[in-house]
């Protein structure tokens, strides 16, 4: 299916690895030309260099910390016109709900709540005005059902997506879209590291923790960042122009809904 997007120019934060890299490869591949971000820019110019040679689309890269409003500045800075945002951090830490205290949970709204949301206030006004536009964010299946551990995600990611709820509404008339991904468990650094707190709280080895996780899915294993970035370059095509502000999750089944 040509998903109608080439040419487009998109921003993809948090994207030198894992489900970001994964948004930036499918876009790059239906020939959608990339503003890239993330803190460290050793590999996020490798992971530039590898997209502009597999797909020869146009890749601008901007080190910087999306969750402060001095990277969110840089960023947009070198933007220019944007027709598709794909908004993504790194999660809040796990921990207890007695940890938490107010410090952290502004930390928490700044990077997965006011982040996204003041992106969004950004480029969608542009969006509007070209009559068209696309916004994905990336949130959590916490959204969907809790995970205890990770409290400060669950908080934040719900404030976001309240907020999308009543917004995508608004703009959808002009020919923005705003929906969410929910990851479940994806084969990344974010996974392996949430695997090596399980290790470490059970006494067991990485492979069992690993295998344990893997068990609590219906199909048997963890997302792949290929399948994370497929539904998100479908979400942001030319034929997602109906799915207004829902919340697509990806988990392998493993949230035992029946909606
Ligand atoms: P990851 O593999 O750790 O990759 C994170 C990417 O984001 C890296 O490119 C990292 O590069 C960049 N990044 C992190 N913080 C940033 C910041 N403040 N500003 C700019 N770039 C930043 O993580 P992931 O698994 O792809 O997860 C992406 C998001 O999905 C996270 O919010 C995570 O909580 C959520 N999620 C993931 C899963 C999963 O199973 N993987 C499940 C549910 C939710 P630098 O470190 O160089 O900045």
Redesign the pocket.
């Known amino acids: 299916m040509d998903l109608g997007i080439s040419g487009k120019r998109a921003m993809v934060?948090?994207?030198?690895?894992?489900?970001?890299?994964?948004c930036a490869e499918a876009l790059a591949a239906e020939g959608v030309h990339l503003v890239m971000?993330?803190?460290?820019a050793e590999?996020?110019e490798e992971?530039a260099s590898a997209i502009r040679a597999a797909h020869g689309v146009e890749v601008v890269t901007v080190?910087?910390?999306?969750?402060?409003e001095e990277?969110r500045a840089a960023v947009l800075a070198v933007a220019g016109d944007v027709d598709i945002l794909v908004t993504?951090?790194?999660?809040?830490p796990p921990g207890m709900w007695t940890d938490w205290d107010r410090a952290d949970f502004i930390a928490a709204l700044d990077?997965?709540m006011l982040t996204p949301i003041a992106l969004m206030k950004a480029l969608v006004p542009g969006m509007i005005d070209r009559g068209w536009g696309r916004v994905v964010n990336?949130?959590?299946?916490?959204v969907k059902s809790p995970v205890a551990v990770l409290g400060l995600?669950n908080s934040a990611r719900a404030g976001l997506t309240g907020y999308v709820a009543g917004t995508s509404r608004q703009v959808a008339g002009k020919g923005v879209i705003i929906n969410n991904l929910?990851?479940?468990?994806?084969?990344?650094?974010?996974?392996t590291?949430?695997d090596g707190g399980v290790s470490k709280a059970q006494g067991i080895s990485m492979a069992e923790a690993r295998k344990n996780r893997e068990a609590t899915i219906p199909a048997g294993r963890?997302?792949t960042?290929a399948e994370f970035g497929a539904a998100c370059a479908f979400l942001c095509s030319a034929h997602a122009g109906f799915i207004v502000g829902q919340n697509v999750l990806l988990d392998g089944g493993a949230t035992n809904t029946t909606l």
């Open positions: 934060c948090a994207s030198s690895k894992g489900l970001g890299r994964g971000n993330a803190r460290g590999a996020l992971t080190a910087a910390d999306i969750t402060t990277g993504n951090a790194g999660g809040p990077a997965n990336i949130t959590s299946v916490s995600s929910l990851p479940g468990i994806h084969d990344t650094d974010r996974a590291a949430l963890y997302g960042s």
